[in-house]
Each structure stands twice: as structure tokens, then as C-alpha cells.
């Protein structure tokens, strides 16, 4: 099938490239001629570079930090070009995009109506594509809560859809109350289809892989006093933390991977990080900001992992139980059952 993938694919953040580039490619290991939609708008570019350079606000971000951002950012629009994708168009014309036998809106917060720059675009609910099938896969609502619902108008475009797949529970119940039937829980891309192989030995001395910014501050003590008594470095990947050892602000995406891969631990407070490190079976705590909080509860909570969510009152022994062990088997075992009926749903989405 000629199939057009839907989703924040020029976001400079490292979850974003994989989910996007994992399902792509995920595709046309099946055999389908799947391409990436390459939607443009200069105002959501803007905003996404302003954001690359300064992704700390309010706290702005240091002068020596600007040019390894610099090299972070076009490393990234480095990778995006070697994406398989559409011709450009714009984003609020959607019918530019040409013609697919189906078109795949998802992963990431695509019905996020909260979303900073991306929230009430018509074109990730379907509008103006030129095709007979759309299909959403692991689509999120993001942190617009289940509780605030759907508007029907909004909710009427999802009916078009003629399979629904969602990535999380908060996302599940917003479909469901709003009438639109029980979706499909699948997996993550970057947990349903291979990623680069870990590996074999660190080429570091023992480290601890921190992902994220804006982590509190009785989340930070607990990590650095942890990664102290053991030995280990505290490697902040992709935004500066100063409590950590080592700031690799200029990682490329193709990069990332491996560094969360040969890492002892992972302590994180973004969905990614969670993903990567249950991915790859490294042991892992996250602290979700409120933000994020949804999709980091019902990530773990759905893979039998909701004890590596920890909150304020924590203490170095819960820390010291979840990074000092491996993951607990089941939870291995519930991402291969997801695997099989993700899978499944997209066949059958597609067949």
C-alpha cells in the first residue's frame, strides 16, 4: 500500500524522530511504500527552534550552551532529511500531500489540544487528506485530561477514522466518553518496532543516563546521592543539568540510542526516557513533570512498571531497589503480548 504517516516528525526531540522514524520504517519492513507526510509552517518552525535553543524557559539558557544547542539542532535537521517522506506542503493544506490508499495519523500527542504549537490542527483529525483510509496509531491526547472530554465537533472527525488505536489510558477514555467505541491500546513505535541494537559493553566508565530538564529538586539529590555511593556518572543527554557530571548538549538523534542503551541506569522525567530504558532493559525511576504526567502513568501502569514512578517522599532505598536491579521480568513479557496485538491491529487496520 502507498501509505502517508502522519505525525510531528521535525520536533527536535529525540522521541519524536524515533516514534516517527520507527514507525515508517516499521511500515516498509512490512512491505508498504510508506513515507512521511512533510507538513511545513513557518510559525510551528519558529516556535520549535526557539524551543531547541531555549528549552529550559523561564530559566534562559547559558551563552556557553547556545552553540553545542546550535550543533544539536541541525544535526537533527541533518536526520531529518534522510527520513523517506512526501513532497513539502503546507501544513494547512493538507490535500497537497497527494494521494495514499491510507493515511497513518500518530504516534506522539497529535489530539493534543493543549499542545503548544501543534493543538487544534485539523489535518492530524483527517481533514483535507486525500485518502479513503485513515487509521490512527499510539495517538495521544498528550496532558489534555480525560476528564475535560472532547468536542463533538472534533470528536466527529475521529468517527471518520476507520481504525483507532491509542498509546495510553487517558487517551482510551477520551474516545470512549465521547462515544467513539473502544479503541486499540498499542505500543510506542519505538517499543513495537526495532531500534538500533544496544551495545555489546559501555564504551564509558559505569554512568547513569539523565534524560530531561526541569526535574525537581528532591528527585535530583536522591539521583546524585545514588550515582555517588556507586561510582557512576551522571551523563545529562540532550539538555543541561548542572548537578550532573557530564552535559552532552550536542548529541545527535542517531546518537541517542546507544547512549541510552550502555547506560547502568536511566533517570528521566520524559515519556522517551521511559520507553528507551524499557526498550533496551535498563533499570529506570522517572518523576514525570505535570505535562507529561498521563503519558508516563499509563505507559508504566500498562506494562506492569508503575513502581519505577516515583513522587516527592521517595527515599534512597526505593531508588536504590529500582536502579540497582534488573526490570522485572513481567514486564518484559507484557511488552512481547503488546507486540503481538499492536501488530495485529495494524494488519488488520491495513489489510
Same mark, same amino acid.
Given at each position: 500500500?502507498?501509505?502517508?504517516?502522519?505525525?510531528?516528525?521535525? #520536533?527536535?526531540?529525540?522521541?519524536?524522530?524515533?516514534?516517527?522514524? #520507527?514507525?515508517?520504517?516499521?511500515?516498509?519492513?512490512?512491505?508498504?511504500?510508506?513515507?512521511?507526510?512533510?507538513?511545513?509552517?513557518?510559525?510551528?518552525?519558529?516556535?520549535?527552534?526557539?524551543?531547541?535553543?531555549?528549552?529550559?524557559?523561564p !530559566?534562559?539558557t +547559558?551563552a !556557553?550552551?547556545? +552553540?553545542?544547542?546550535?550543533?544539536k539542532?541541525? %544535526?537533527?535537521l541533518?536526520?531529518? !532529511?534522510?527520513?523517506?517522506?512526501?513532497?513539502?506542503?503546507?501544513?494547512?493544506?493538507?490535500?497537497?500531500?497527494?494521494?495514499?490508499?491510507?493515511?497513518?495519523?500518530?504516534?506522539? !500527542?497529535?489530539?493534543?489540544?493543549?499542545h503548544p504549537?501543534?493543538?487544534?490542527?485539523?489535518?492530524?483529525?483527517?481533514?483535507?487528506?486525500?485518502?479513503?483510509?485513515?487509521?490512527?496509531?499510539?495517538?495521544?491526547?498528550?496532558?489534555?485530561?480525560?476528564?475535560?472530554?472532547?468536542?463533538?465537533?472534533?470528536?466527529?472527525k475521529?468517527? %471518520?477514522?476507520?481504525?483507532?488505536?491509542?498509546?495510553?489510558?487517558?487517551?482510551?477514555?477520551?474516545?470512549?466518553?465521547?462515544?467513539?467505541?473502544?479503541?486499540?491500546?498499542?505500543?510506542?513505535? #519505538?517499543?513495537?518496532?526495532?531500534?538500533?541494537?544496544?551495545?555489546?559493553?559501555?564504551?564509558?566508565?559505569?554512568?547513569l543516563?539523565?534524560y530531561?530538564?526541569?526535574?525537581?529538586?528532591?528527585?535530583?539529590?536522591?539521583?546524585?546521592?545514588?550515582?555517588t555511593?556507586?561510582g557512576? +556518572?551522571?551523563v545529562s543527554?540532550?539538555y543541561?543539568?548542572?548537578?550532573?557530571?557530564?552535559?552532552?548538549?550536542?548529541?545527535?538523534?542517531?546518537?541517542?540510542?546507544?547512549?541510552?542503551a550502555?547506560?547502568?541506569a536511566?533517570?528521566?522525567?520524559f515519556?522517551h526516557?521511559?520507553?528507551?530504558?524499557?526498550?533496551?532493559?535498563?533499570?529506570?525511576?522517572?518523576?514525570p513533570?505535570?505535562?507529561?504526567?498521563?503519558?508516563?502513568?499509563?505507559?508504566t501502569?500498562k506494562?506492569?512498571a508503575?513502581?519505577?514512578?516515583?513522587?516527592?517522599?521517595?527515599?534512597?532505598?526505593?531508588?536504590?531497589d529500582?536502579?540497582?536491579?534488573?526490570?522485572?521480568?513481567?514486564?518484559?513479557?507484557r511488552?512481547?503480548?503488546l507486540?503481538?496485538?499492536s501488530? +495485529?491491529?495494524?494488519?488488520?487496520?491495513?489489510?
Amino acid at each position: 500500500m502507498r501509505i502517508g504517516v502522519l505525525t510531528f516528525h521535525r #520536533c527536535i526531540n529525540y522521541g519524536s524522530y524515533w516514534q516517527a522514524r #520507527c514507525l515508517v520504517e516499521g511500515l516498509r519492513a512490512a512491505g508498504h511504500d510508506a513515507v512521511l507526510l512533510d507538513h511545513d509552517d513557518p510559525g510551528v518552525r519558529r516556535r520549535e527552534w526557539d524551543c531547541a535553543f531555549q528549552p529550559g524557559l523561564p !530559566e534562559r539558557t +547559558r551563552a !556557553e550552551d547556545i +552553540r553545542p544547542l546550535g550543533r544539536k539542532t541541525r %544535526k537533527f535537521l541533518e536526520a531529518f !532529511e534522510t527520513l523517506p517522506q512526501s513532497p513539502r506542503f503546507p501544513l494547512g493544506a493538507p490535500w497537497q500531500a497527494g494521494r495514499y490508499d491510507a493515511v497513518v495519523v500518530g504516534s506522539d !500527542e497529535v489530539w493534543n489540544f493543549s499542545h503548544p504549537w501543534y493543538a487544534w490542527q485539523p489535518i492530524f483529525f483527517g481533514d483535507g487528506l486525500n485518502t479513503d483510509r485513515l487509521v490512527s496509531y499510539a495517538a495521544s491526547f498528550g496532558n489534555h485530561d480525560a476528564d475535560r472530554g472532547i468536542n463533538p465537533d472534533w470528536a466527529s472527525k475521529i468517527a %471518520k477514522f476507520s481504525a483507532v488505536s491509542v498509546r495510553d489510558e487517558n487517551s482510551r477514555r477520551l474516545v470512549v466518553e465521547a462515544g467513539l467505541g473502544e479503541p486499540a491500546i498499542v505500543l510506542d513505535p #519505538c517499543l513495537q518496532f526495532p531500534l538500533p541494537p544496544a551495545p555489546v559493553e559501555s564504551v564509558r566508565d559505569p554512568y547513569l543516563a539523565l534524560y530531561g530538564h526541569g526535574l525537581p529538586d528532591w528527585f535530583a539529590r536522591l539521583i546524585r546521592d545514588h550515582a555517588t555511593a556507586r561510582g557512576q +556518572r551522571i551523563v545529562s543527554i540532550g539538555y543541561r543539568n548542572s548537578w550532573a557530571d557530564e552535559q552532552l548538549l550536542d548529541l545527535g538523534p542517531d546518537d541517542f540510542p546507544a547512549v541510552m542503551a550502555g547506560a547502568a541506569a536511566v533517570a528521566t522525567n520524559f515519556f522517551h526516557g521511559c520507553v528507551f530504558a524499557l526498550h533496551y532493559g535498563r533499570p529506570f525511576v522517572s518523576a514525570p513533570s505535570a505535562y507529561r504526567f498521563n503519558k508516563v502513568r499509563d505507559l508504566t501502569a500498562k506494562l506492569h512498571a508503575a513502581r519505577h514512578v516515583v513522587q516527592e517522599g521517595a527515599t534512597a532505598g526505593d531508588i536504590a531497589d529500582l536502579l540497582d536491579h534488573p526490570i522485572a521480568p513481567a514486564v518484559g513479557e507484557r511488552i512481547v503480548t503488546l507486540r503481538e496485538s499492536s501488530a +495485529r491491529f495494524l494488519a488488520d487496520a491495513l489489510g
